[in-house]
């Protein structure tokens, strides 16, 4: 269909990326759910990415949006003002780099109708999913990344999510109720998808849907990269030093000051409680610390993830 007001739209945030682009376009153009458009920006890319997408805009005039970023701002900010300006009653988000299974729109949507028959429109939803993990030739490493990771979406909560962001946004779908009430998302949001899993848990529906809808790319170039596995030596060395987790840490204690401060009088006292316990752990002594997050249901979503977690932080 190519309807005059898609029911999704995609928001794309490319740079530097025209190694992998045109096949997650192609992708994207061989869904069978087709009443869709799709809003690029990019990071200020130097590469052939822009012409690229005019290409397929070329092949696609009413189908594609493109804007610009005059200097880079990052993946975060990037998608920050895509959601910003979005206006469609459904939104998806695609990474610039991966290969959608040609049925990942219409099962996502037909999972968010079934949950907003239930629940309501007005309700926050995000469905999520599973994904398939390939290096970047598409030679496969993982067919199944929460297998891989030990994670349980079914245990997606605001604690968890705090603990562990578990919606990847490039398998993820938005209704507009979450758009309005997540939106603006902050500068010092860890990324926008766990902003979103956030409000989401928070204020609404967190629903997982349990099958592999996009494969995965993992190549230097990533963002966010989703690991290759458990490795023993790799994890021993983890629960010494760790400075990505380090950061990763201290980037969702702020975000979550920001989410307490920015919902102060829509929280119920244990939402708050679990937000400031996470905000001001660090201050308290190992001990309790360990104790108060996990009263607090800040853990992740598998015993001996939250193990490791415990430890290291």
Avoid at 33 to 48: E, G
Avoid at 154 to 162: D, I, N
Avoid at 195 to 217: C, D, K, M, N, S
Avoid at 239 to 250: A, M, W
Wanted: hydrophobic fraction near 40%; aromatic fraction near 8%; glycine fraction near 4%.
């Amino acid at each position: 269909m190519n309807s005059p007001s898609p029911e999704i739209e995609v928001l794309m945030a490319t740079w530097n990326g025209s190694r992998f682009l045109e096949e997650q376009l192609d992708s994207l153009f061989s869904q069978s759910f087709q009443n869709f458009r799709i809003t690029v920006r990019d990071d200020a890319s130097t590469d052939s990415t822009l012409n690229i997408v005019e290409k397929y805009r070329s092949r696609y005039p009413k189908r594609i949006v493109v804007h610009r970023n005059h200097a880079r701002l990052g993946a975060c900010a990037t998608f920050g003002l895509l959601v910003q300006h979005s206006d469609a009653p459904y939104v998806a988000f695609s990474d610039q780099d991966d290969i959608w299974r040609n049925d990942k729109l219409d099962i996502s949507f037909r999972e968010m109708q079934t949950v907003e028959a239930k629940h309501g429109a007005n309700t926050p939803v995000l469905v999520f999913s599973d994904m398939e993990l390939m290096e970047e030739d598409c030679t496969p490493i993982n067919s199944s990344l929460w297998k891989m990771a030990r994670v349980n979406p079914a245990r997606a909560r605001l604690g968890t999510m705090l603990a562990q962001n578990l919606v990847s946004g490039c398998t993820a779908l938005a209704n507009r109720s979450l758009i309005l009430k997540g939106r603006p998302i902050p500068h010092d949001a860890t990324m926008h998808d766990a902003w979103l899993g956030l409000v989401a848990a928070a204020f609404g529906i967190l629903h997982p849907l349990y099958e592999t809808t996009i494969q995965y790319r993992q190549h230097e170039g990533n963002a966010i990269g989703a690991g290759r596995g458990w490795k023993v030596a790799d994890a021993l060395r983890r629960l010494i030093v760790d400075q990505q987790f380090s950061d990763e840490v201290q980037s969702s204690r702020r975000q979550a000051s920001n989410f307490a401060v920015r919902y102060a009088n829509e929280l119920d006292e244990a939402q708050r409680r679990v937000l400031n316990t996470w905000s001001t752990s660090q201050d308290l002594p190992a001990i309790v610390r360990h104790w108060t997050l996990y009263r607090n249901g800040l853990r992740r979503t598998h015993w001996l993830n939250t193990i490791g977690f415990f430890v290291r932080v």
